[in-house]
Nanobody
Framework: QVQLVESGGGSVQVGGSLTLSCVAS????????MGWFHQAPGREREGVAT???????YYAASVKGRFTISKDNAMHTLFLKMNSLKPEDTGIYYC????????????????????WGQGTQVTVSS
């Protein structure tokens, strides 16, 4: 099993930037697909961005062009660079990983991932 620990959340004004990090430890597979999910207050968890084993990236329409997902395999760390932040980006951001290839599974579905971090809070204010 893998443990995931997120960091980098905080409060920022509209239009600002944040970079989230997620460090993986434990039973690590160097070719995990990993992703970021967002849970806004009172809403369900939604996929934001995923990076597959081969480096292919997937983004939700709401963040495409503003957010960038990347991974440092040597450091077992996943990143999410968030630019041009909006109030609707407020919420808890969770890191997720799975030890199986994506295949035909939805890369932005929470059902695809079996390992989750505790989350980090992001607040965007106007």
């Amino acid at each position: 099993q893998v443990q995931l620990v997120e960091s980098g959340g905080g409060s920022v004004q509209v239009g600002g930037s944040l970079t989230l990090s997620c460090v993986a430890s434990g039973h690590i597979y160097s070719r995990y697909p990993m992703g970021w999910f967002h849970q806004a207050p009172g809403r369900e968890r939604e996929g934001v961005a995923t990076i597959n084993n081969d480096g292919t990236t997937y983004y939700a329409a709401s963040v495409k062009g503003r957010f960038t997902i990347s991974k440092d395999n040597a450091m077992h760390t996943l990143f999410l660079k968030m630019n041009s932040l909006k109030p609707e980006d407020t919420g808890i951001y969770y890191c997720a990983a799975d030890r199986f290839e994506l295949g035909v599974r939805d890369p932005l579905s929470s059902d695809t991932f079996g390992n989750w971090g505790q989350g980090t809070q992001v607040t965007v204010s106007s």
